[in-house]
């Protein structure tokens, strides 16, 4: 995930990292059952018709439980925020009345992000997340707007784009706002296209 989160757009960046909350779906059962490699090929096919980008090779995948997704979430922040971005942050919202004096912006974020992760596409280790417990419904389309990233990735420096170091915090959101929008678009189109 190359996420390069900079002040006061660390947090919609890191959500952008897992998409679908539970909330905006309808409810239905858990699913543990793991998407076969054919039914993943079957759509990145479908994918690399929509827009051309070649398939370069078979992407990695694995089932991922909502403690892995917390210590995934605890490490990229670790990683890519500075705890006085954090502070300044939290700090911000409490002057302004926003949340209460006990709230903790980064344990929240991460305990909510977690709750609403159906599938991520890792973009250091070029390979696909994929939630124990998230409903059918909600995985399958978080599993094609992911795959558009994985099949993006392929095709372009993905990484290094979202990576560019920029003390600019509109440059950043602007950069994951092409990565996301591309694949948002692509989920869009493969529904349109699948459902007539």
Known sequence: MGRSFRCLNWLPALASVLVFS???QPSAAPSSNL???REINSVMKD???ITGYKIHKQLPFQMITRDQVNQFLKEQIRQTVKPEEIRAEEVTLKKFGFVPQDFDLQKTTIDLLTEQAAAFYDFHRKK???SDWAAENMREEALVHELGHALADQNFPIQK???KNSD???ESLARETVVEG???WLMI???VRRYG
Do not use: C, K, N, R
Request: glycine share 4%; aromatic share 12%; charged share 15%.
């Open 35 to 37: 998407p076969t490699a």
């Open 22 to 24: 539970a909330a905006a």
């Open 168 to 170: 600019d915090s509109e």
């Open 161 to 163: 784009f979202l990576g």
């Open 128 to 130: 696909l997340f994929i």
């Open 182 to 184: 591309q694949a948002s």
């Open 47 to 49: 994918l690399s018709e």
């Open 189 to 191: 189109e493969y529904a």
